[in-house]
């Protein structure tokens, strides 16, 4: 079986930060990317909020930057998900793509987050047929088209400027009446001609034949006033948050309510002793690729003197 010191799981910010750390610290650390390489950034526009880059970036082109960095110091960055683990005994047992299995002395645990749903039946009915939880990447095909974006943080916020960019006419459908995102986002929203704010409604259901072409709402909900509104759409967007990807360390893991990986702060340990825990599977307050980068960091730094300490 391969034997490695350290295994990272996950390739976002938080996983290639920490293979860059541990590269320097002669660690020879293993990287598996999972079914995502490159994480959420990759499916966002421009990031202007990372130090360093005065100008602005694409979020593709940072956390390609990131990757390079830990390949320059020869990090093995490798394709492939982890399917199972044995957390229970040391060195740690764990399976990739359900086939290949190696035994780490320690393990980074950066599997970040994914996009949620509401629920409905038609979410998965409409599934890629006009369906999406990511903008930057669907948005093109709505060129001139009409969309909805659900959701009243700054995701949703940022998905409905951009789309606006691109469709005839673009929806936000928010639950509250009020938005919860940033000021300075709900600005430029208010500000954008063709984006129609429909506050204190939720989605009953999708209609259309081969893909989408109508949302049903409801407006106040059980409240005097409520009533039914039809919108119609060609394609209908969730931005309503994310959910940690922990549920593969299952058992061994300790997670607050929401699946969150507690760790043992200011550290990055977990309840396991050697499995430390970084980026947004363990973040549900700040998530920003800064935070996630600066915990990988702390997450090789915590197991460089985990693995000193034996
Ligand atoms: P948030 O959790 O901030 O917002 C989720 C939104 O979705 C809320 O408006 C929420 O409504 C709504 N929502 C949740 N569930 C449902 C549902 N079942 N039906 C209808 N609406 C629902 O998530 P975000 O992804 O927007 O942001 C996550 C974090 O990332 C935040 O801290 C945000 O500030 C940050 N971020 C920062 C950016 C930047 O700085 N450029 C860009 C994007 C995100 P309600 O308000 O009623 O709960």
């Not at 938080?14 to 320097?24: D, P, Q």
């Not at 309510?257 to 990055?268: F, H, L, R, V």
């Amino acid at each position: 079986m391969e034997q490695v010191k350290c295994l990272i799981i996950g390739g976002g910010p938080a996983g290639y930060t920490a293979a860059i750390y541990a590269s320097r610290a002669n660690l020879s650390p293993v990287l598996y990317e999972g079914s995502q390489p490159g994480g959420q950034l990759t499916q966002t526009t421009e990031v202007e909020n990372f130090p360093g880059y005065p100008e602005g970036t694409q979020g593709f082109d940072l956390v390609e930057d990131i990757k390079k960095q830990a390949l320059r110091f020869d990090a093995d960055i490798r394709n492939g998900a982890v399917t199972k683990v044995d957390f229970s005994r040391r060195p740690f047992v764990v399976e990739i793509d359900g086939s290949h299995t190696i035994e780490a002395q320690a393990v980074i645990i950066a599997t970040g987050a994914s996009a949620k749903y509401l629920g409905l039946d038609d979410e998965k009915k409409y599934a890629g047929r006009g369906v999406s939880a990511c903008a930057t990447c669907d948005g093109f095909f709505y060129r001139k088209k009409r969309v909805a974006v659900v959701g009243g943080g700054d995701t949703a916020c940022e998905e409905a400027v951009y789309l606006a960019g691109l469709a005839e006419k673009v929806f936000l459908i928010v639950r509250k009446p009020f938005l919860r995102a940033s000021k300075v986002m709900q600005d430029r929203v208010f500000a954008t001609p063709n984006i129609e704010v429909l506050f204190e409604h939720q989605t009953l259901g999708l209609g259309g034949t081969d893909g989408v072409e109508s949302a049903s709402l409801v407006y106040r909900k059980g409240e005097a006033d409520e009533r039914r509104v039809e919108i119609k759409i060609d394609g209908f967007f969730l931005a309503i948050g994310h959910h940690p990807n922990t549920e593969v360390f299952g058992k061994y893991i300790e997670t607050d309510e929401a699946g969150y990986i507690k760790t043992q702060m200011p550290s990055t340990r977990t309840n396991v002793e050697g499995v430390f825990a970084a980026g947004d599977v363990a973040d549900p307050n700040y998530r920003q690729a800064i935070t996630a980068a600066a915990s990988g960091c702390k997450a090789a730094i915590d197991l460089e003197r985990f693995l000193g300490s034996l």
